[in-house]
Antibody, heavy 121, light 107 residues
Framework: QVTLKESGPGMLQPSKTLSLTCSFS??????????VSWIRQPSGKSLEWLAA???????YYNPSLKSRLTVSKDTSNTQVFLKITSVDIADTATYYC?????????????WGQGVMVTVSS | DIQMTQSPSSLPASLGERVTISCRAS??????LNWYQQKPDGTIKPLIY???NLQSGVPSRFSGSGSGTDYSLTISSLEPEDFAMYYC?????????FGSGTKLEIK
């Protein structure tokens, strides 16, 4: 059974660095074709893909945020991390991680429940 | 970036009704179009991949079609649990992008 779960600070101040963790089970990111992405959704708005990391350690970023994003994974291949530097109010959103298997390209077949992050002074 | 335009943004419908949601890409995406359902609690469920392939466990009343730049999601007979938000997503090229969403609501 594949599950993903996001965790984060809940609230942080503008200009700080947001650190998020996606912990998953039921698959390994060392398996060929596996990819984990980060996607966010401000309240009442649509979804925005942020970044992805694949089984080979290759990383992909949304150019609109690339300079502020860093995606990484742990050596056990059961967690993926996302850091967003210099956050501001516009980064307030629910953040999701999701899995893809490259046989279906970047179709997200499993999603976490999401973690809400509020940027406020 | 490939822009995804979804319509309508809101769709009032009745139980048992057949509905269609449209998604248009700003350029051809070669059937690399996926659909998701989001419930009010934020839970996101995958529905359809590569235009018309049903995710395992998704009821057969859901179907997808399209080609080139124009795609659609059809629900043949609405059930109570179908009233939710729906999003399309292209994975033809990076950055991956989503439509603006369609809120399917009870008439």
């Amino acid at each position: 059974q594949v599950t993903l779960k996001e965790s984060g600070p809940g609230m942080l101040q503008p200009s700080k660095t947001l650190s998020l963790t996606c912990s998953f089970s039921g698959f390994s990111l060392s398996t060929s074709g596996m990819v984990v992405s980060w996607i966010r959704q401000p309240s009442g708005k649509s979804l925005e893909w942020l970044a992805a990391i694949d089984w080979d350690g290759d990383k992909y970023y949304n150019p609109s945020l690339k300079s502020r994003l860093t995606v990484s994974k742990d050596t056990s291949n059961t967690q993926v991390f996302l850091k967003i530097t210099s956050v501001d109010i516009a980064d307030t959103a629910t953040y999701y991680c999701a899995r893809s298997e490259l046989g279906a390209r970047y179709y997200f077949d499993y999603w976490g429940q999401g973690v809400m992050v509020t940027v406020s002074s | 970036d490939i822009q995804m335009t979804q319509s309508p943004s809101s769709l009032p419908a009745s139980l048992g009704e057949r509905v269609t949601i449209s998604c248009r890409a700003s350029q051809g995406i070669s059937n690399n179009l996926n659909w998701y359902q989001q419930k009010p609690d934020g839970t996101i469920k995958p529905l359809i991949y590569y235009t018309s392939n049903l995710q395992s466990g998704v009821p057969s009343r859901f179907s997808g079609s399209g080609s080139g730049t124009d795609y659609s999601l059809t629900i043949s007979s609405l059930e109570p649990e179908d009233f939710a938000m729906y999003y399309c997503q292209q994975d033809a090229s990076f950055p991956l992008t989503f439509g603006s969403g369609t809120k399917l609501e009870i008439k």
